[in-house]
């Protein structure tokens, strides 16, 4: 059993920042990426970014320069730093761990609405 608690959405201004959290636990081992994906009113889910293990990070070319995705290992937790928040950026956040091969979950969705 694997658990992703999210935490550190809000609403905030235009020009603002925000910082998520996602702590995993449980029967974690083997994680091969942790990642952030949102979803927007009306849109399908899209990739923020993502941080293999031992690989290199990938940002969506919307949030490059703007957000920061960084890790705890020692913590099993993803952190995604936003700046510069634009109202584009308002949806619900998803926090995303891969373990193993083919073994996807998922946090519980933290909101983030961005006010113009």
């Known amino acids: 059993q694997v658990r992703l608690v999210e935490s550190g959405g809000g609403l905030v201004q235009a020009g603002g920042s925000l910082r998520l959290s996602c702590a995993a636990s449980g029967s974690i081992f083997s994680i091969m990426s942790m990642g952030w994906y949102r979803q927007a009113p009306g849109k399908q889910r899209e990739v923020v970014a993502t941080?293999?293990?031992?690989?290199?990070?990938n940002y969506a070319d919307s949030v490059k320069g703007r957000f920061t995705i960084s890790r705890d290992n020692a913590k099993n937790t993803v952190y995604l730093q936003m700046n510069s928040l634009k109202p584009e950026d308002t949806a619900v956040y998803y926090c995303?761990?891969?373990?193993?091969?083919?073994?996807?979950?998922w946090g519980q969705g933290t909101q983030v609405t961005v006010s113009s």
């Open positions: 941080m293999p293990s031992g690989g290199r990070t």
């Open positions: 995303n761990l891969i373990i193993g091969v083919g073994n996807f979950y």
